[in-house]
């Protein structure tokens, strides 16, 4: 059994990028920096969560709202990870790298919702 999501270069994009976000929440949480790593992990996963429960829908009006909260938790992340940047947490290198992904998704989030 296959859902639909689960071929959409979107969601899987959205996949990686939580692994990499995810292993950062982890070492936030093993730092006892225990709100960072929550509002990170629920940041990165409302991307592929939106995404698939969009994609459930059968009106393109719905899946487009859905599309919009996924974008709109990309720039939610980049906020986190620039945050943790100013406190030394994350690398300006590591920062660049993962929002160039969150800008890579948020981009074909946008071109995703122009063939709905």
Avoid: P, Y
């Avoid at 070492?27 to 990170?40: C, D, G, I, M, P």
């Avoid at 969009?54 to 986190?80: H, M, P």
């Amino acid at each position: 059994m296959k859902f639909r999501f689960q071929d959409l270069q979107i969601w899987q994009f959205a996949i990686e990028i939580s692994d990499e976000l995810l292993d950062i929440a982890d070492n936030l949480e093993e730092r006892k920096l225990f709100r960072f790593a929550e509002q990170l992990r629920g940041a990165t996963m409302s991307i592929s969560n939106n995404i698939a429960e969009g994609s459930g829908s059968t009106l393109s009006k719905d899946f487009n709202n859905f599309l919009n909260i996924a974008r709109r938790s990309t720039f939610e992340n980049a906020n986190i990870l620039i945050i943790l940047n100013r406190r030394k947490i994350v690398t300006g290198e590591r920062l660049n790298q993962l929002l160039e992904k969150l800008d890579k998704e948020c981009r074909m989030i946008t071109n995703f919702k122009k063939t709905l």
